[in-house]
């Protein structure tokens, strides 16, 4: 596994742009809320942190990880201010197939959300076999895989501004 040395929330501030003129969406699933609500509060920290105003991040709740999708296109539309979207949602492994299709139809809706418009989404959904390896990965041992989702914002949204032409 790719994080099992590694802790999610580590990261180095000095080479992080500073983001206080960056707004930023944060489109939070409410399924396994347990495990959103941790990686929504490591990314919302790691945004302060790294010098975010926290007028300029607005948070919409949809009910599943599926309809992150939907809501992240609607929040590109509805604030085109915005520097970057972070996608927030929890996949856990059941006893049917329905995990692979929400995990490859999140996957690839967020992809095409980055080829079709100009605000990046970040994508920060755990696909995890076991609600333990969630826990481990929403502020658990392995730190808050929301932390370095909200870093990848940052540097897209710094990206994304050096970009113009």
Same mark, same amino acid.
């Given at each position: 596994m790719a994080t099992e040395n590694k802790n999610l929330s580590q990261y180095d501030k000095a080479t992080i742009p500073n983001s206080k003129n @960056?707004?930023? /969406?944060? %489109?939070v699933s409410e399924w396994n809320d347990t495990i959103?609500?941790?990686? @929504?509060?490591?990314? @919302?920290?790691?945004?302060?942190?790294? /010098?975010?105003?926290k007028e300029n991040i607005v948070r919409w709740n949809v009910p599943g990880s599926f309809e992150l999708i939907y809501g992240c296109k609607k929040m590109q539309q509805a604030y085109d201010m915005l520097d970057a979207v972070i996608a927030i949602g929890s996949v856990i492994q /059941?006893?049917?197939?329905?995990?692979?299709? %929400?995990?490859e139809g999140v996957t690839q809706g967020i992809k095409d959300l980055n080829?079709?418009?100009?605000?990046? %989404?970040?994508?920060? %959904?755990?696909?995890?076999?076991?609600?333990?390896?969630?826990?481990?990965?929403?502020? /658990?041992?392995?730190?808050?895989?929301?932390t370095?989702?909200?870093?990848?914002?940052?540097?897209?949204?710094?990206?994304?501004?050096?970009?113009? @032409?």
């Open positions: @960056f707004r930023f /969406g944060i %489109v959103t609500e941790g990686l @929504f509060q490591g990314a @919302f920290d790691a945004l302060i942190d790294c /010098g975010a105003i /059941g006893e049917t197939k329905h995990f692979d299709f %929400v995990c080829i079709q418009s100009d605000i990046p %989404v970040i994508f920060c %959904v755990l696909t995890d076999n076991t609600m333990q390896q969630s826990i481990d990965r929403s502020g /658990g041992k392995h730190g808050n895989k929301g370095e989702a909200a870093i990848a914002a940052i540097k897209m949204a710094q990206l994304r501004k050096d970009a113009k @032409f």
